[in-house]
């Protein structure tokens, strides 16, 4: 069988972090399971949601570990590899640690697929933790019905450096570092309305490594960071106000879009993700009334390997959009800010 005949998005019921249980579900999942064990040495854990498990090691050292996989968000299996590779080694940036090495997650239609698409999927990946300096030091592999691809990503961090989701404080700016729309091109894509321009804008969002993290992470200004992924910019931003208790303020106009993101919304063209995540937290937001069911969508969609959001102070801005822009961000920015009141979000 020709890989060059196979749509991978075709072999998955849903792609990408678009495949993320919805936020409310996953809630009353976890709320039935037992408390475990929380050491001291356990910085991070679940408690805010976080994007990465932290653990203390010793005083100037803590490990950081996260898991990430998904199924296909696009047909090119080498692109589908450095898609999920970035997405997971993001989330050891967005807690401020520098990436040590990674551990493959393969499951695989081995009936289905030819070797050769799968093993393109996995230089995929390969090719963006070299990208990111780390080695890919082993892994598990399973014949599966879906085509399922990421790693285990492990990090390191200095306790005092480490940036939380939940640290934002009254008067903080946010900014975001990547284009939002994401599920959006990847619903147009499966209806083949991308233009090349499209796709390859897309491709290189999301295989850009989100590298300004550990830079951040040594700023005393940045008081919190995240990355946006499956439960879209509001939702992950309603982490960090339910986490640091307060509310946030987002100005629509400020944010940063894929080129055609609101055509295709417009047309139709959107993931059934984006409306389970409103379902789940859409009582927490406060959309203007000058805003349309567009703007609700594209708050919504789902990001895979999204960009990092930063809760930093006023006077912090213009050295964390340098940072950003040093390391090739140069669609970063300034989108709101944290304000006084009940966790939730206003979008004006």
């Known amino acids: 069988m020709s890989s060059e005949k196979i749509r991978l998005t075709q072999l998955s019921h849903g792609g990408g972090c678009g495949c993320k249980i919805a936020?409310?579900?996953l809630q009353k999942i976890l709320a039935g399971?037992?408390?475990?064990i929380i050491p001291p040495q356990l910085l991070v854990g679940t408690e805010t949601s976080?994007?990465?498990?932290?653990?203390?090691?010793?005083?100037?050292?803590?490990i950081v570990a996260t898991t990430d996989f998904f199924m296909p968000i696009v047909d090119d299996?080498?692109?589908?590899?450095?898609?999920?590779?970035?997405?997971?080694?993001?989330?050891?940036?967005?807690?401020?640690?520098?990436?040590l090495f990674a551990l493959a997650i393969v499951g695989m239609p081995v009936n289905t697929l030819p070797l050769e698409t799968i093993g393109q999927i996995l230089q995929g990946g390969e090719a963006v933790c070299r990208a990111a300096c780390i080695p890919i030091a082993g892994g598990h592999t399973i014949d599966s019905v879906e085509p399922i691809y990421g790693l285990v990503a492990i990090?390191?961090?200095n306790p005092t450096h480490l940036k939380r989701n939940s640290g934002a404080q009254p008067g903080d700016k946010l900014i975001l570092g990547k284009q939002l729309g994401?599920?959006?091109?990847?619903?147009?894509?499966?209806?083949?309305?991308l233009h090349t321009s499209d796709y390859e804008a897309m491709i290189e969002t999301t295989t850009q490594l989100n590298t300004p993290g550990p830079m951040l992470a040594c700023l005393d200004g940045v008081h919190a960071v995240t990355d946006v992924t499956g439960f879209g910019l509001a939702g992950h931003l309603l982490e960090v106000c339910k986490g640091s208790n307060l509310r946030a303020t987002v100005t629509y106009a400020d944010l940063p879009l894929l080129t055609r993101a609101r055509e295709f919304v417009e047309a139709g063209h959107m993931t059934g993700a984006s409306g389970r995540n409103w379902a789940s937290y859409g009582d927490s937001i406060n959309l203007s009334p000058t805003l349309d069911s567009a703007a609700k969508t594209l708050i919504t969609d789902p990001q895979t390997s999204?960009?990092?959001?930063?809760?930093?102070t006023p006077e912090t801005v213009?050295?964390?959009?340098?940072?950003?822009?040093?390391?090739g961000f140069s669609h970063v920015s300034v989108i709101g800010e944290i304000v006084e009141g009940a966790p939730g979000i206003d979008v004006v």
């Open 23 to 25: 936020p409310a579900v």
């Open 182 to 193: 994401v599920g959006v091109y990847s619903a147009a894509l499966k209806k083949d309305l």
């Open 155 to 157: 990090g390191i961090v």
């Open 77 to 99: 299996p080498y692109d589908f590899g450095r898609i999920a590779a970035t997405n997971a080694i993001s989330d050891v940036y967005a807690m401020g640690g520098t990436p």
């Open 50 to 62: 976080d994007d990465a498990a932290v653990y203390q090691i010793n005083p100037q050292q803590a």
């Open 318 to 327: 213009t050295e964390v959009l340098s940072l950003f822009l040093q390391q």
């Open 306 to 312: 999204g960009g990092l959001l930063v809760s930093c």
């Open 33 to 36: 399971a037992p408390s475990g």
